[in-house]
T-cell receptor
């Protein structure tokens, strides 16, 4: 059973607009959440993370929001740029599991 | 420059052959990981190691083997028992398990 779910396989957003990528999780013991960005044929690169003691973390154009009661987090990219076109993975860790659990990813297309 | 290197970038395997993928890091990280990426499947954990001379199976360990004789190195062997080895293989490391993982550039394995 998937503990980290990214229900949108793909998303298209106009350049300059806001991109919102969503992620849901089922394990209430998760206390650390991460977003990774991946270009084709390359390894994922770490983007931003958030601890469960916070509900928002911002780094430049990237903001991650955490709603613990809904077990939901989102990544906002403002403004979206062509180089943001990539696959974005949500990941979580915590509880008894000693490893990070990844979602299946969302492919973001930034349209000119 | 600190980082994670994987070699080779492309690897071809013949039927019945074992092949070994290299992963080296000079980040002084204790934990190392191997993932496999298939289209639409996200990142699936093959094996991970939290410390030298110790490793655990991930979600899809069958047909793979690893060793962790040195802190810097975590080679993955794809054995002939792995019936569907064609995939993009990613190695990662983190200071400790559950900390942010940093990924190598990946190795694409193709079957001849």
């Amino acid at each position: 059973d998937q503990q980290v779910k990214q229900n949108s396989p793909s998303l298209s957003v106009q350049e300059g607009r806001i991109s919102i990528l969503n992620c849901d999780y089922t394990n209430s013991m998760f206390d650390y959440f991460l977003w990774y960005k991946k270009y084709p044929a390359e390894g994922p690169t770490f983007l931003i993370s958030i601890s469960s003691i916070k509900d928002k973390n911002e780094d430049g154009r990237f903001t991650v929001f955490l709603n613990k009661s809904a077990k939901h987090l989102s990544l906002h990219i403002v403004p979206s740029q062509p180089g943001d076109s990539a696959v974005y993975f949500c990941a979580a860790s915590g509880g008894r599991d000693d490893k990070i659990i990844f979602g299946k990813g969302t492919r973001l297309h930034i349209l000119p | 420059d600190g980082g994670i290197t994987q070699s080779p970038k492309y690897l071809f395997r013949k039927e019945g052959q074992n092949v070994t993928l290299s992963c080296e890091q000079n980040l002084n990280h204790d934990a190392m990981y191997w993932y496999r990426q298939d289209p639409g499947q996200g990142l699936r954990l093959i094996y991970y190691s939290q410390i030298v001379n110790d490793f655990q199976k991930g979600d899809i360990a069958e047909g793979y083997s690893v060793s962790r004789e040195k802190k810097e190195s975590f080679p993955l062997t794809v054995t002939s028992a792995q019936k569907n080895p064609t995939a993009f293989y990613l190695c990662a490391s983190s200071i400790y398990s559950l900390e942010t993982q940093y990924f190598g550039p990946g190795t694409r394995l193709l079957v001849l």
